[in-house]
T-cell receptor
Framework: GDSVTQMEGPVTLSEEAFLTINCTYTATGYPSLFWYVQYPGEGLQLLLKATKADDKGSNKGFEATYRKETTSFHLEKGSVQVSDSAVYFCAYGNTGNQFYFGTGTSLTVIP | GAVVSQHPSRVICKSGTSVKIECRSLDFQATTMFWYRQFPKQSLMLMATSNEGSKATYEQGVEKDKFLINHASLTLSTLTVTSAHPEDSSFYIC???????????FGPGTRLTVL
């Protein structure tokens, strides 16, 4: 069945380090792909999205490219900050009611 | 744009009482709203999907008589936890979506603690 597999955490990085959080999916059809971020005690915020193959979503220095050939949507940031510490969720969905989340990856950035 | 609010943000209640949580889309009309439950350090678990004016569709294993969902307008959905027990303590998050679009916008969540 459809699913999202996300890199397990927790991930701890030093400030200004490079970040990659892997995400792969299995899907029927052509879903949109999303990254959401959850700060402690809060709901989820949409970080970025991509709606079709080869699209790149970007926001706040984060990027992810929709790779159909590898069914992946890895999240990257060139230089993380302490304020990026949060839990990151990969997800996919479509205009129907199917929306699948990964298990979340906790990121801690230390000064 | 695309702001979703939830109220209350935090509630503590006694076992056996009922608690209502509101989810509002503030600047768009949400034809579909979703209710999730999140346990500590875990992902979101979809509880139910509600379309405005229709009965909610519950996921397998979610008791519809315990978690009452009403989606009476295009900007408001409510989740009522009836006869709450300590095992119902959790973080409840709603999301909203415009018809025929793919993006869900999430509320800030409600922390329910049942004593």
């Amino acid at each position: 069945g459809d699913s999202v597999t996300q890199m397990e955490g927790p991930v701890t990085l030093s400030e200004e380090a490079f970040l990659t959080i892997n995400c792969t999916y299995t899907a029927t059809g052509y879903p949109s792909l999303f990254w959401y971020v959850q700060y402690p005690g809060e709901g989820l915020q949409l970080l970025l999205k991509a709606t079709k193959a080869d699209d790149k979503g970007s926001n706040k220095g984060f990027e992810a490219t929709y790779r159909k050939e590898t069914t992946s949507f890895h999240l990257e940031k060139g230089s993380v900050q302490v304020s990026d510490s949060a839990v990151y969720f990969c997800a996919y969905g479509n205009t129907g009611n199917q929306f699948y989340f990964g298990t979340g990856t906790s990121l801690t950035v230390i000064p | 744009g695309a702001v979703v609010s939830q109220h209350p943000s935090r509630v503590i209640c006694k076992s056996g009482t009922s608690v209502k949580i509101e989810c509002r889309s503030l600047d768009f009309q949400a034809t579909t709203m979703f209710w999730y439950r999140q346990f500590p350090k875990q992902s979101l678990m979809l509880m139910a999907t509600s379309n405005e004016g229709s009965k909610a569709t519950y996921e397998q294993g979610v008791e519809k008589d315990k978690f009452l969902i009403n989606h009476a307008s295009l900007t408001l959905s409510t989740l009522t936890v009836t006869s709450a027990h300590p095992e119902d303590s959790s973080f409840y998050i709603c999301s909203a979506r415009v018809q025929n679009t793919d993006t869900q916008y999430f509320g800030p969540g409600t922390r329910l603690t049942v004593l």
